[in-house]
């Protein structure tokens, strides 16, 4: 079974910097996505940044030329990597990690728990 461990949340002033990482545990096959979404308080969740297999990467519209997707995979483990720049206020949410694989059946969907970030004014 796919389990996913986000690390990276916090408490940043307006203008500072993060960094988020996901880990998968076990070897998984078929990475089709991976990547992050954020739901703030009272609103749907909403892309962030996927990598996409074959090695390009798609950013929500009020991330672009701010935040930064990276992947690194090696036979044990894949790790998604955010590295987030010139935070704002209205970057504060729940940031969840997602893994998207395919199988013979379907595309499947794992989802972190999710790592609060929080952006002072």
């Known amino acids: 079974q796919v389990q996913l461990v986000e690390s990276g949340g916090g408490l940043v002033q307006d203008g500072g910097s993060l960094r988020l990482s996901c880990a998968a545990s076990?070897?998984?096959?078929?990475?089709?996505?991976m990547g992050w979404y954020r739901q703030a308080p009272g609103k749907q969740r909403e892309l962030v940044a996927v990598w996409v297999d074959g090695g390009s990467s798609v950013y929500g519209a009020s991330v672009k030329g701010r935040f930064t997707i990276t992947i690194s995979r090696d036979n044990a483990k894949s790790t998604v990597y955010l590295q987030m720049n010139s935070l704002k206020p209205e970057d504060t949410a729940v940031y969840y990690c997602n893994l998207n694989r395919g199988t013979a059946i379907a595309n499947i969907d794992t989802w972190g728990k999710g790592t609060t970030v929080t952006v002072s004014s």
């Open positions: 076990g070897t998984i096959s078929n990475i089709r996505r």
